[in-house]
T-cell receptor
């Protein structure tokens, strides 16, 4: 399983774009990059998943360079409600269970 | 709407007692998982099931057991509760019925906060 490295914490202000980078140097050919979000006192929630290049949905964008050894989760114009812990996971297609690291604690200030 | 629920949301028990945490999902998902979350450790997998009558041990399964008698439920039992099992427990489910080319999305319940005194 590929190990991931991401910052422990980040601070931002409302309205700013936030980019959280995750390193995964040992990613395998069939691995996908998946991000989950966890609010205080709640279970994690799927945000976005990608294999290469760029993926965008209504919540975030995920940028994956050609070598796939890192990825960047981009949150446009964050609000106070985006304060949460964000987890980067690298998963194979047949892998059913998730292995969470410590994630990145994002604090959005007014 | 389909959902995943956990009960109780909060539980206080004593060392040595048997405790069962309930998890119920209405998505008809094949896969169900139990995790525990402790400060400084993120989420760790306890047990998981890929279908009725199927159960598997996860990273931290000692002292826990599960059984899967139907699709909707995966109860987690602490046979003899210990203070080290004080934690927040999350149940999750995923479809598991895809081609396997991309990982399934897991849907998490609201969690159960368990305190063992």
């Amino acid at each position: 399983l590929a190990k991931t490295t991401q910052p422990i914490s980040m601070d931002s202000y409302e309205g700013q774009e936030v980019n959280i980078t995750c390193s995964h140097n040992n990613i395998a050919t069939n691995d996908y990059i998946t991000w989950y979000q966890q609010f205080p006192s709640q279970g994690p929630r799927f945000i976005i998943q990608g294999y290469k290049t760029k993926v965008t949905n209504e919540v975030a964008s995920l940028f994956i360079p050609a070598d796939r050894k890192s990825s960047t989760l981009s949150l446009p114009r964050v609000s106070l409600s985006d304060t949460a812990v964000y987890y980067c996971l690298v998963l194979g297609g047949s892998q059913g269970n998730l292995i969470f690291g410590k994630g990145t604690k994002l604090s959005v200030k007014p | 709407d389909a959902e995943i629920t956990q009960s109780p949301r909060h539980k206080i028990t004593e060392t040595g007692r048997q405790v069962t945490l309930a998890c119920h999902q209405t998505w008809n998902h094949n896969n169900m998982f139990w995790y525990r979350q402790d400060l400084g450790h993120g989420l760790r997998l306890i047990h998981y099931s890929y279908g009725v009558q199927d159960t598997n041990k996860g990273e931290v399964s000692d002292g826990y057991s599960v059984s899967r008698s139907n699709t909707e439920d995966l109860p987690l039992t602490l046979e003899s509760a210990a203070s080290s099992q004080t934690s927040v427990y999350f149940c999750a489910s995923s479809d598991g019925g895809g081609s396997g080319s991309s990982p399934d999305t897991q849907y998490f319940g609201p969690g159960t906060r368990l305190t063992v005194l």
